[in-house]
């Protein structure tokens, strides 16, 4: 390889390199102005009616816990949610037209109500705020939550109805690579603890 050749190859790698890093590295503007980035996300969301997220998921009350799958489906104000743990080979399904809920699989048959949280909570000792859930895994805070950012001007954080939520990956949504999803996040409240991992976002209506 003649010297011009070397030196044009070692530029490209060098420009590559800084490409590569310029990529995981947010914007002045959402450092700079992290609430303002933060408005704009949920602005974006917010027209988002139809979405769709699967994961893991694992819950503990300080005693018992578990871990399986989770997947999420959601059309405002109708939402799915199935969580099903492989090595007990349980399963739960959640079901809301947004006044009633019906959850299916737990111990002596399928029920209705108007609380999620609370008929999970009944049933398998797990306290799971599936209606704030809905929000936070987008990284969308609810009303009168205090909310904290990182160094690189996303939401870090918040505290909402005694929950703490911790937000620790963000990943680029697969319809527009400039709006941050979250890719893994923590909430507890007391002994309450629940961690998600998502591995996959889908947005509008599923194929």
Aim: proline fraction near 5%; charge should be neutral; include cysteine.
């Amino acid at each position: 390889m003649s010297m011009r050749a070397m030196c044009v190859a070692m530029i490209a790698i060098a420009l590559s390199a800084c490409a590569s890093t310029r990529s995981n590295v947010p914007a002045m503007a959402t450092v700079e102005q992290p609430q303002a980035y933060q408005s704009t996300r949920e602005a974006q969301l917010a027209t988002l009616r139809e979405w769709s997220m699967s994961g893991r998921i694992a819950v503990s009350n300080g005693k018992d816990g578990g871990s399986g799958r989770i997947e999420w489906i959601q059309n405002d104000p109708l939402f799915e949610v199935v969580m099903s743990a492989p090595v007990t080979r349980q399963s739960w399904r959640l079901l809301s037209d947004g006044r009633e809920v019906v959850v299916e699989g737990l111990e002596g048959g399928r029920r209705t109500g108007s609380d999620a949280r609370a008929m999970l909570l009944e049933a398998t000792r797990w306290d799971i705020p599936v209606e704030a859930l809905a929000g936070w895994v987008r990284g969308i805070p609810g009303a009168g939550a205090e909310v904290r950012f990182g160094v690189d001007g996303r939401l870090a954080g918040l505290t909402q109805d005694g929950w703490t939520v911790s937000y620790t990956d963000w990943a680029p949504s697969p319809s527009d690579a400039t709006l941050a999803m979250p890719a893994r996040l923590e909430a507890t409240k007391g002994e309450a603890r629940v961690r998600l991992a998502i591995d996959e976002w889908h947005f509008g209506p599923r194929p």
